[in-house]
């Protein structure tokens, strides 16, 4: 049987390797294979490089979010760059996949060849890309760390704020229902309020390090609410027995300031007026002291029965201060007229004891050494010779033994130095 004329006339074409395809051989597929290698390997480098950007942007989210700082600054700044060497990556990547199409029945061996080289080419890009991305990221871990710790710490440091508000009402109304005020704790809880506001509004809208800020300052103050209002009952009961306890100490004062004038007319009487007369104002003084704590007292009676606590404690603390000063005082005059008695009976006491002050001291001086220190010794020599100007004070009809006491009392004081001195010198060479 004959072939058609058409059939017959394409054999000899289809048995050289003409038709529809122009067939290469096994070279040209080899090509083709190799290059839709390199397309898959640039598609899985482009995949890990956008999904480690992603993965990166969010670490530099988490860093804005809580660190304005310069470095975090830095950081924002580095990553933009390598956004931008990122995008221009992966347009080279994008621009050989579109360049070729490797399903071509027709697709030439040199095409082929010229696709897989872009495309090695931009899956290298992309690794090193990727590589410059691993390394920065690796460079962001102190700034990462310290994001993520502050982060972990918000939730819980707004919680123990909202639970530490909780905890101070529940006090101060406790407080309240006992009977007593606690109009300024009441208050400070109240300002606490557009805290609480800013809290349940979110770090998203007031920064997260303001946020955490603010939750450990509410919960701190909102804890010291909650402890004075706890205490508050014994603090009332602190007060009252203040109240009593000095009330009772201004009347033995006033007794005592009673006491002052006839210890002042023995002394007149027995010594020089250099001995007293800086005692003068004493009785004057100490019943206008103890006027001015009686009417503090009253007012702090008025303020604690009103409940204005910190009046009450801050009047209280002025007429202790009052009586304090009007007790030394008043133990000043006795103390003067003992002092004196003592002196002018044996003055030879109050010079022994100054005397071996001085020795001591000298002997202090002279350890160790063959001559003393110049520094040491001047201060002990003076001393001496104040000592004796002091005793030829004793001489005559009208001694002033207080003028005595005073020099003696002042030549100790500065042999006690001159020993300090001494030690604290010894101390630091050892």
Not at 14 to 26: K, L, M, N
Not at 115 to 125: F, G, I, S
Not at 346 to 357: K, L, V, Y
């Amino acid at each position: 049987m004959s072939l058609p004329l058409l059939a017959a006339l394409a054999l000899p074409a289809a048995f050289a390797g003409g038709g529809t395809r122009r067939w290469f051989g096994g070279r040209s597929e080899n090509q083709r294979a190799e290059a839709q290698a390199a397309k898959d390997a640039a598609a899985a480098a482009f995949y890990e490089l956008d999904t480690a950007q992603r993965d990166l942007r969010i670490s530099i989210e988490t860093i804005t979010a809580v660190d304005d700082s310069t470095a975090a600054q830095r950081a924002v700044g580095d990553f933009d760059a390598l956004g931008r060497r990122i995008d221009e990556a992966s347009h080279q990547y994008i621009n050989a996949v579109d360049a070729h199409d490797l399903d071509r029945d027709d697709l030439e061996a040199s095409v082929a060849a010229r696709a897989r080289a872009e495309l090695t080419a931009a899956k290298d890009e992309l690794g090193r890309v990727k590589q410059d991305l691993d390394r920065f990221a690796d460079g962001l871990g102190p700034l990462l760390g310290k994001a993520e710790t502050q982060l972990a710490r918000l939730a819980p440091a707004v919680e123990r704020a909202r639970q530490g508000l909780l905890a101070a009402s529940n006090a101060l109304d406790a407080v309240r229902e006992s009977g007593l005020k606690a109009d300024d704790l009441a208050a400070r809880l109240a300002a606490l309020g557009s805290d609480l506001t800013k809290l349940n509004q979110g770090a998203g809208q007031h920064g997260v390090p303001q946020t955490l800020e603010r939750a450990e300052r509410v919960a701190r103050e909102a804890e010291t609410i909650k402890v004075e209002s706890e205490r508050l009952p014994e603090r009332a009961a602190e007060i009252d027995h203040r109240l009593v306890s000095l009330r009772t100490r201004a009347q033995a004062l006033t007794t005592r300031s009673g006491q002052v004038n006839p210890v002042l007319s023995e002394l007149r009487r027995r010594f020089v007026a250099a001995c007293w007369q800086d005692l003068q104002q004493v009785p004057a003084e100490a019943t206008e002291n103890v006027r001015q704590a009686e009417l503090k007292l009253k007012e702090a009676q008025t303020a604690r029965d009103e409940q204005r606590w910190p009046d009450a404690t801050a009047l209280l603390s002025t007429v202790r201060a009052l009586l304090n000063t009007t007790d030394e005082s008043v133990s000043a005059a006795g103390d003067r007229l003992r002092r004196l008695n003592a002196v002018q009976k044996d003055p030879q006491q109050e010079i022994d004891r100054t005397r071996f002050a001085i020795r001591d001291a000298q002997r202090l001086a002279m350890a160790g050494r063959n001559t003393p220190d110049p520094r040491h010794a001047r201060p002990l020599d003076d001393s001496v010779a104040r000592l004796e100007r002091a005793i030829t004070t004793l001489e005559g009809r009208h001694p002033d033994y207080w003028h005595f006491l005073t020099e003696t009392e002042a030549v100790r004081q500065t042999v006690a130095r001159v020993v300090a001195q001494i030690r604290e010198e010894r101390g630091a060479g050892h």
